[in-house]
RNA sequence: CGGGACGUAGCGCAGCCUGGUUAGCGCGCCUGCCUUGGGAGCAGGAGGUCGGAGGUUCAAAUCCUCUCGUCCCGACCA
């Protein structure tokens, strides 16, 4: 049984949701504002938002996308002119209806996403085929009016970015749709180190006013799906709604092909609920705040040498790139600061002692095995890297290994009903694509598809899960965020 | 939006049922001393309009009504 050293929080394994909440808030990442279901994003969980859109908006751009910014308003007849886009939303718009004393004379939506501002600019801007594509991003607020609310996995604000791109043709608008979901996925995968499983929604949960919607779903602690990112092919929904026509070589009058896609705040929360433990978060390297945090353990007459090497080493760190921070504060016992920047998921700690002086060497604490490793003080810096690359791996191995357990390859209903009432996780099993036994399943076990699996499957055919009928789409079922 | 629980110091709670001086406790916080290899010790100190608004009463943290917010379980959504 593994020693527990964080004592201030509701174990991981005694009670998922409280976890949850106390870890957040403990840590310092998110704060409750005033305001039902809207919170404040504190320091040092902004600073996970900075990293995540540092590393996704430099793969945008490598992939030939321009940031750009809409106004926060949409005004309600832009938002009423695609039917079902407007059918999907409306219950969670948050109206403007007055400046000042003055009520408008057309209300303002704010913005649940923007699609409808985007593409009222697109139809000014797009006139012939040598402007297309339109491939632009924008990092926004959003507003969404929700009932139920959780800190970063649904509030009613959240930051997400949002791509919008238009093309001459349906092949290079779907072509954009899936290269978004793989720089999703080689993201969420790589820098998050979250395995997710990416696919088609189907009709039932596809985005409103999309032709097509794809996604990555990632599957939680609690053995619950969380969507980590979508991708829409648009069609011409929006651009025949908004009159968006380019005159193509022959000289004749086109729409456009659109795509949406974005991801959100809620991907810090995938972070804490996949990669945290009893003792609280576990950062991924490559987008930890603080990667390396240095303690010190001062014993009278070696104070001073100690200070001035933990200092020294974060100065070195710091050189080569590495978010180092030497913690100097007096008022705390070093075993205090250990449990303090465990709950606050550092990946990697390195403790200075006397014994380690007389040694010159220093100890090393992984956050992810707490493995515990003595390196000489001359080879240190060099080892740092290599090391948070390893625990990078090492925790994207741990989330790996527990999607594949919780990953059920099912073919009867009962087991089916069983799995998810006891175990949950993700379901794989076939489905024959009528929305009734989609519908009946959810109504009467709380799991919803995910995803229609991409995967080139040996076995493509099936019986449905539900009906028994010939089904050709294997799917992802799990009870979801 | 339905069902349940809860709101008392920064955090965690007791007090409420059965109304009655100055509302307690642990942790944290401040000052000083002393300590520091897994959440140290001693001494002193600060901090509350009991979520908010009405009402009942001589008297309300306590009883009643409304309201705001949080958590859990469902229905809806990133």
Known sequence: MEERYVKEITPKSQDFSRWYIEVIRKAELV????MKGMMVIRPYGYAIWEKIKELLDRRLKETGHVNAYFPLFIPESFLKKEAEHVKGFAPQVAWVTHGGDEELEERLAVRPTSEA????????????????????????????????TRPFLRTTEFLWQEGHTAHATEEEAEEETLRILSIYKDFVENDLAIPVIAGKKTER???????????????????????AGTSHNLGQHFSRAFNIRY??????????WQTSWGVSTRLIGAVIMVHGDDSGLRFPPRIAPIQVVI???????????????????EKELKKISVRAHFDSREEY?????????????????????????????????????REKIPVSQDVLIEKISPLLEEIQKSLYNQALNFLKENTHNVNNYEEFKEIIENKRGFIKTFWCGNQDCEDKIKDETGASIRVISMEKEEKSEGNCVYCGKKAENLVYFAKAY
């Open 31 to 34: 704060d409750y504002a005033p």
């Open 117 to 148: 501002i985007i593409c009222s600019m697109y139809a000014k801007w797009i006139k012939s085929w040598r402007d297309l594509p339109v491939l632009i991003n924008q990092w926004a607020n959003i507003v969404r009016w929700e009932k139920v």
């Open 205 to 227: 949960e596809k985005f409103a006013g999309a032709l097509r919607t794809y996604s990555i779903e990632a599957l939680m602690a609690d053995g619950r799906a969380l969507q």
């Open 247 to 256: 005159e193509d070589k022959n000289q004749n009058l086109q729409y456009v």
């Open 295 to 313: 303690v010190p353990i001062p014993a009278n007459e070696w104070k001073e040498k100690i200070y001035k090497k933990g200092e020294h080493i």
């Open 333 to 369: 016992t070093p075993g205090w600061k250990y449990s303090d920047w465990e709950m606050r998921g550092v990946p990697l700690r390195i403790e200075i002692g006397p014994k380690d002086m007389e040694k010159k060497q220093v100890v090393l604490v992984r956050r992810d095995n």
